[in-house]
Structure formats: structure tokens, C-alpha cells
């Protein structure tokens, strides 16, 4: 086996990564119950916020990783799961983004009266579906950083704090 690399990213990418994940449980947990939920302007107006913090924070973070990975080792690893690796991670971007811009888009039909009807339907079930796809994305995520601890080759230990892998001496 050939030497292991020892790989890590820079604190400031470390916490978004795993701060992220806590935004994202704060946003599940405080999900809107109800549609009606949002007659409360109050109620609205926290929603329509934190959702545009949640893409400023998403967009910052993804201009910032970009760089950052560009800067870390290359790796020694099959050209087609580099591709998965990267469609699962771009994936996790695009569906949580759209996540936040269906709720500004229901949020903006329900200020302006659009209480009801297909078009209000169609954008809350587009709502539950990017949810839905970005759960799974990150199942697909968690197993396939999970495969790389097993592999040992550096890229858990990148980014998680716990189970490092001893690097070669
Ligand atoms: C980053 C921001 C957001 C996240 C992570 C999020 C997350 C969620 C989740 C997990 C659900 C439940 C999906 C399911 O049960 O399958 C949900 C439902 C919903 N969300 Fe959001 N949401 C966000 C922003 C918004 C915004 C800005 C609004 C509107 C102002 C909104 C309005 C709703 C409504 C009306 C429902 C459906 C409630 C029902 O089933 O009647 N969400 N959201
Ligand atoms: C559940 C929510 C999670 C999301 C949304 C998420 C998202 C991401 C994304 C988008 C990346 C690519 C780098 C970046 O742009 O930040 C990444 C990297 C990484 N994540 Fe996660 N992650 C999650 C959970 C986890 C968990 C639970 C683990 C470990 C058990 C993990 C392990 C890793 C590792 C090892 C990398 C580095 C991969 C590389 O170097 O290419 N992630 N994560």
C-alpha cells in the first residue's frame, strides 16, 4: 500500500462544514407545520430571513470549498467515484439552495395573496421533494465518507474531527 497523504482542511472550512449541519437541523426542526402557520407576518417575515442567511451562508461556503479544495492534495482514486464524489456534493448544494428559494417563493405567493390553488400546491410539493433529494444525497454522502475511512486514504480524517486514521510515519 502506498503511503498515506495526510490531508486536512483549514479550521474556517472544518466549522461551516459541521456548523452547517446544525443550521440545516435548526431549519428542520423550526419547519412550517402548516401553510396557514404563515398568516402570522411575524412568523412569515423569520421564515423569509432565515432562509435568505441559509443561501447567503450555502453560497459563501461553496465559493470558499471551492478554493479550498483546489489547494488540497489530488487523490489517488478512481476517475469515475471523483465524479460521483463531486455530483453528490454539487447535488447537496443545488437541492438544499432550492429548498430556501421554494420557501422565499411560497412565503413571497402568501404575502401577496396566493393562499391556495395548484400554483401554490406545485411549489410546496417541489418544497418536500428537494428536501427529500438532499436527505438522500447526504445518506449517499455519510456512506460514501464512511468507504473512504475503510479505504484510509486521508479523506475522512480531512474533515472529521473523530476515528482519524493514523497517518504513515
Ligand atoms: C432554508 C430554509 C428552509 C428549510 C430547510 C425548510 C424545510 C422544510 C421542511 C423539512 C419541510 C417539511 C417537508 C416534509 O414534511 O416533507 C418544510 C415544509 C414547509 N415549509 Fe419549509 N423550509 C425552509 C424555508 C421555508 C420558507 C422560507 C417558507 C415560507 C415562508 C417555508 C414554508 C414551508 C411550508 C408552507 C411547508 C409545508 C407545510 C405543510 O406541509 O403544510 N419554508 N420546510
Ligand atoms: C448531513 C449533512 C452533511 C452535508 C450537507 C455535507 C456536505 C458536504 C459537502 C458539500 C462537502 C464537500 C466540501 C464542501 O463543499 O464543503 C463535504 C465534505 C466532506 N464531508 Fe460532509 N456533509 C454532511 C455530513 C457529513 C458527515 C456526517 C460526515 C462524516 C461522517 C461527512 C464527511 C465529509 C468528508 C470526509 C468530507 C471531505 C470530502 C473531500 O475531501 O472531498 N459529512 N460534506
Redesign the pocket.
Known sequence: MGARRVRSYSLLAKSMHWVFIGV?AY??IN?????EE?EHFTR?MK??L??II?LSLLLFRFIYMRSARAAMPQLDMPKSLILLARTVHLGMYVSLAL??IT??I??GL?YFGVKDGLVLEGI?LS??IF??TSVNLMGLHIAGAIYHRLQGDGVWSAMVPILKEEPDK
Open positions: 440545516f431549519a428542520v419547519q412550517v407545520d402548516e401553510v404563515l412569515l421564515e423569509v432565515f432562509a441559509f429548498i430556501a420557501g422565499l411560497i412565503g402568501y410546496l418544497h418536500e428536501f427529500w
